[in-house]
């Protein structure tokens, strides 16, 4: 700072005088009190605008886990449509030794239960369904008949 400047600032006084202060306070003074309906009214269009805005964020957020999710799904069905089509039957392959004893065309626990029904109530039974080769058709025949239906591999025994 220059010796000019220094002996400047010592000899002006840089106060303001105090009507000027006080008219400066008075045009910026707030009023004493707001409405009740004018702070009522603002308060509601605050909790309006927050409210639009938080709905927007929820519709941007599931907006995006949809599309995340239909992007999986859809990858899920181009996985399967490259692998080719899955070849389903309707009747399971024939198990070994058993029969259908029920004629349903496939061989399930319904053929145990009709073998159970069978013994159960004296009919004629039919000699192939003695099908642990005992010489017999009893209860045995009927349990190999219901592991070998209900089994999850349903090749060789």
């Known amino acids: 700072m220059t010796k000019r400047r220094r002996q400047h600032d010592r000899d002006t006084d840089l106060r303001l005088p105090r009507d000027l202060i006080d008219d400066l306070v008075a045009l910026h003074e707030v ?6 309906a004018v702070d009522d009214k603002i308060a509601e269009m605050a909790y309006h605008h927050c409210e639009a805005v938080r709905t927007r964020r929820r519709i941007r957020r599931w907006g995006w886990i949809g599309a995340a999710a239909a992007v999986v799904f859809f990858l899920i069905w181009l996985h399967g449509a490259l692998q080719g089509p899955e070849i389903v039957t309707d009747a399971p392959p024939p198990l070994a030794g058993i029969r259908d004893i029920d004629r349903s065309g496939r061989v399930d626990i319904l053929d145990a239960f009709a073998l159970a029904r069978h013994i159960e109530k004296g009919r004629q039974l039919d ?3 003695d099908v642990n080769h005992d010489g017999t058709i009893d209860q045995a025949d009927v349990d190999t008949v219901a592991t070998t239906a209900v089994r999850l591999d ?3 025994p």
Do not use: L, N, Q
């Open 154 to 156: 349903k090749g060789a």
């Open 127 to 129: 000699p192939s369904w």
């Open 31 to 36: 009023p004493a009190s707001v409405p009740p």
